[in-house]
């Protein structure tokens, strides 16, 4: 009687592990061998020809180990490193040559690759044909009412473990801190649920540590170096960690986790596997009792920071979280944070701004750019950046890591790195914030800015137009907050003026803070508000060709606006917001300043119908001769518009360029402005074509000063 078993490794290893259950694998070899010569009806297993597949060399160095348990169990060993030749290859090597039909085959097998063995294979007429598997593959196919289809699980009593897991994340994240890795939130998360998965069924996973108190914990990041500490409960939520709050300190983390640990071990359904991940020796006698209640224990540690008494205790499994993870340093960081690429990421306030923004205010009242570490900790403390000395302590030395700080000298004076990106960064945006509430304060008269008010100033703040800068409310929010908690502003609820009941937010500045010093430029360096006085509009277009284009833009929309709602002036805001898509580094502001001191444009501050506050807005000088030649242009063009409208010829560059052939029209400026100023409209389906809006309050106007000549 022929009778042979397939064994599929690689799919088996896999589906295993897919579903959490860890597997003795010579146990899993001499089950399938005794357990299909018994199917086969054998009377010893030696008569049944047992052939275990995979391609060894993809399992690394576990490869051989995993050959010599087959081989020790009865097994041919048959290496395949392609898949997609699996059922060939063991056709040509065992059943070609084979002089007797099978009489039982058995495929230990989940994937279709084997299935073909089913059709290829020479069978006696009462032979049977079996599948061991997790799932059944035949369902519907030709070989459903062929092959006895057996779940693998039922047939060796394979029985899943459950697993919980409890991470004392704050002894872990300072662990790690202190032996150089970074906290790398996403990939410890990831590597965990993955190292878990491995030793069964995760029923229960659990985080514990001072979640949302400021400075208890090292910065947690992503994978750009961005930290993430607010974040940390929600991301491991999303993962099914639960983010158990305790105060900081050692005594807090220890009772709780205890106390979950001995109570969820006391119930009859507790997990067989338990796992600490913290290196504290005072868990050893609760990870003691667990022994004595027959589970299965292992600790994950940080080598360097795991006690002895953990490390020694022959009733306990130790697994290294260094090994299961691949954790950056903090060199490494610094190096791959500024990498190419890297500076199109969102820059968000960090931990590293408490440190640059503190320094600062420190060196200010000291009037010196040198400090000791120990009066930098002292800063961060009392603004709360941190809840101890060592935490601060731990923040300035990985600033150092990063190159914020600088030693400069032996006894602990440091200094802060003033061209380093994340300074730099910083001290931009603090001071661009700072600068809009000093002006809102100092020019409107007001005891307090509207935070909403102030989140659409910056907004607009052309300084702050850089890759990860300025993208949303929400980065402005982030950075407002971040001021806040650093105490350079002052956030309070006030009453609304119109209904007493609602509160809103205002931003104030602290009473110590003042006006950013502006950076003293060298002698080589143009100026950075250039004297328009006097520059004609062709020297002007010469010099800056962006400014120049965007005076014309500005004339002909704030003339629109004007006159079409009978106002002497337009709001700048407004207008910059229309403008803004042509607005190339700061066009508008220059076009804004050339226009007010050429006599073209007033700026000032205008009593708006809609508000009780006054807004800042700019009105034309209509009879400046920049003005009216801009204008006179604008006119030109649209009586050309309106001839091609009056022949009904299409309105495009050719047809244009045919009625004025003379003409020195940039037409795609031209058609530019008519579009932003509704005048034209593009022709659906048809590229570089317009439709005349006729009735336009401009093409009017034009077509009945023509009229009237």
Known sequence: MAAYLIVDVDDLLQRFRARGISLDLQELAVGLRGGAALAAGLISADSLKAVAVSNWGAHGAAGANYQRIFRASGYDVFDMPLRESLADALIVHYFSFDPEPVDELILATSSPDLTPLVRRVRTTRNARVRMWGSENILQGTEFANQVIYQPLESLL???????????????????????????????????????????????????????????????????????????????????????????????????????????????????????????????????????????????????????????????????????????????????????????????????????????????KALQSELMSVHQLVDQLQDVGAVVSRQRGEDLVSQAMSLGLLKAVSANGMVMLVGNHPIVEKTRLIRDRIVVRVLNTLSVRGWEYVNYGFLLKGLAMDRELDRPGFNYSDQWRSEWIDCLVRE??????????????????PVIKLQADMEAP?????????????????????????????????????????????TSFRNFTWCPLGSLHRRLRLFDTGMAFQRAVEY?????????????????????????????????????????????????????????????????????????????????????????PGRVGQYSLFRTHHTVNLVADSHRAK
């Open 157 to 363: 009593g394979i029985q899943t473990k459950n697993v919980a897991v409890y991470v004392d994340f704050e002894n872990i994240a300072i662990s790690l801190n202190e032996q150089g890795f970074v906290v790398d939130l996403d990939h410890l998360i990831e590597r965990f649920v993955t190292q878990a998965k491995a030793h069964g069924q995760v029923v229960k996973m659990a985080a514990y540590a001072p979640w949302g108190q400021r400075g208890s914990l090292p910065p947690l990041v992503d994978s750009m170096g961005r930290e993430i500490a607010d974040d940390a409960p929600s991301r491991l939520m999303l993962a099914n960690i639960d983010p158990v709050f305790n105060l900081p300190g050692k005594n807090s983390a220890d009772m709780r986790i205890a106390r979950d640990v001995i109570t969820d071990a006391s119930h009859t359904d507790g997990a067989d596997v338990v796992i600490m991940a913290s290196g504290d020796r005072d868990f050893n006698q609760v990870l003691n009792s667990l022994r004595a209640r027959n589970k299965q224990v292992i600790v994950w540690g940080v080598r360097g920071s795991t006690s002895r008494q953990l490390e020694n205790n022959p009733g306990l499994t130790v697994e290294y979280i260094e090994d299961f993870t691949n954790l950056q340093t903090h060199q490494s960081l610094s190096v791959a944070a500024y990498s190419e690429g890297a500076s199109a990421a969102a820059f968000t306030p960090s931990q590293w701004s408490s440190v640059i923004v503190q320094f600062d205010r420190l060196a």
């Open 487 to 504: 105490q350079v502003l002052v956030r309070e609820l006030l009453p609304h003026r119109h209904n007493p009941e609602d509160l809103v």
């Open 595 to 683: 226009l007010s001191e050429n006599d073209g444009a007033d700026i000032n501050e205008y009593q708006n119908p809609q508000s009780d506050f006054m807004t800042k807005g700019i009105s034309l000088n209509l009879n400046s001769p920049l003005c009216s030649d801009i204008l006179s242009q604008r006119d030109t063009f649209v009586r050309l518009l309106l001839a091609l409208y009056e022949r009904n010829l299409p309105i495009s560059d050719q047809t244009v360029r045919q009625l004025d052939p003379g003409g020195e029209w940039d037409l795609d400026f031209w058609f530019s402005i008519m579009e932003t100023e509704n005048v034209l409209n593009a022709v």
């Open 517 to 561: 010093v502006p950076r003293q430029r060298t002698d080589d360096e143009p100026a950075d508000t250039p004297n328009w006085a006097g520059i004609s509009l062709e020297e002007l277009e010469a010099n800056s060709p962006e400014t120049a284009d965007m005076v014309r833009r500005v004339v002909i929309s704030v003339e629109q606006f």
